[in-house]
């Protein structure tokens, strides 16, 4: 089986270009500052910028960077495709320290390259979780000390994230303030379809929340109780895909990123929710979720400026 470092795209700047294209353009190029679609041409002169066209309906030049985590960059492109497909295919993540290593950027250019694609990793399509029946899980958890925070007793100053998981596949972490029933209420009834199976842990803020959907089921973790027979026959009811990804998470912020700001928490998450819900358990291996990855790059531009602020 060849390495997928091997192919041209990886290494070649208009193989690059080509292979992003046929991505997020797959119907053929569009103009980003009208939209056509019907008299867009490939410029050839010798000193033309690789992957430039012109479009013949509203006269503006364009690539198909524009209007993507691409915008501005001047990074190759075949360097962006490397570092898609190692962050896409690292189970626990890959720091911008080994980027900067791997592709010769600069740090500062590696860890805001890393923010761009977690970025595009971010799950705007505004689908339900579950629905049908269907099983999601829900559960909460607690993020590490970062390095110099004086560890205290409690949860009260830790970060804190609330993961929803599809037993269909999908996964969804929010960064919340506190954990009550006022700050998950919104964010389940927002996420989960209301005819849905939910199952939790034994946290009291669950059981009234438990009523909005079509079945609520807990384990009593505190009774060491971690799955048991649901009321629904053949199934069991647990929360362990949801602790299951937690060990994922955690493992991926402490052992691989070691300090990460509550201010930047929420796309790390949102990079831990593309990979479980992109999984090999799920059909889905390296370079698909890479591709899945690309095609998320569109709409979703980020200066450094916002990052940084």
């Not at 923010?115 to 607690?142: C, H």
Request: aromatic share 8%.
């Amino acid at each position: 089986m060849a390495s997928i470092l091997n192919q041209p795209f990886m290494y070649d700047e208009e193989a690059a270009y080509t292979f992003v294209e046929s991505k997020i353009w797959p119907q053929g190029p569009v103009c980003p500052h009208c939209g056509g679609t019907e008299r867009n041409k490939r410029m050839e002169g010798k000193a033309t910028r690789v992957g430039l066209y012109k479009c013949y309906d509203c006269r503006s030049q364009f690539t198909v960077k524009v209007g993507t985590i691409f915008e501005s960059s001047h990074i190759k492109m075949h360097l962006w495709l490397q570092a898609i497909f190692l962050m896409a295919s690292s189970k626990k993540g890959i720091s911008s320290n080994q980027l900067h290593r791997t592709l010769g950027i600069t740090l500062k250019s590696a860890w805001f390259m890393s923010q761009r694609i977690r970025e595009a990793m971010r799950d705007d399509s505004g689908s339900i979780l579950g629905g049908g029946g269907s099983i999601v899980e829900a559960d909460e958890t607690y993020m590490g000390a970062n390095k110099g925070e004086k560890v205290k007793k409690g949860g009260a100053h830790r970060a804190k994230v609330v993961s929803l998981v599809s037993r269909e596949g999908k996964t969804r972490s929010f960064h919340i303030a506190n954990v009550d029933a006022d700050n998950l209420k919104p964010i389940l009834l927002a996420n989960i379809a209301k005819d849905s199976h939910l199952m939790t842990d034994g946290a009291s803020h669950y059981r009234k929340l438990g009523k909005e959907f079509a079945l609520h089921e807990s384990t009593n973790h505190a009774g060491k109780e971690y799955a048991k027979p649901s009321k629904v026959e053949g199934v069991s009811a647990h929360s362990n895909t949801v602790e299951s990804y937690f060990g994922i998470l955690k493992r991926g912020i402490v052992g691989t990123y070691h300090h990460v700001s509550e201010h930047h928490l929420q796309r790390y998450v949102n990079e831990f929710d593309f990979r479980f819900s992109n999984r090999t358990a799920n059909g889905v291996e390296d370079f698909e979720r890479a591709v899945n990855l690309l095609v998320g790059v569109k709409g979703k531009r980020l200066t450094y400026e916002t990052t940084v602020s």
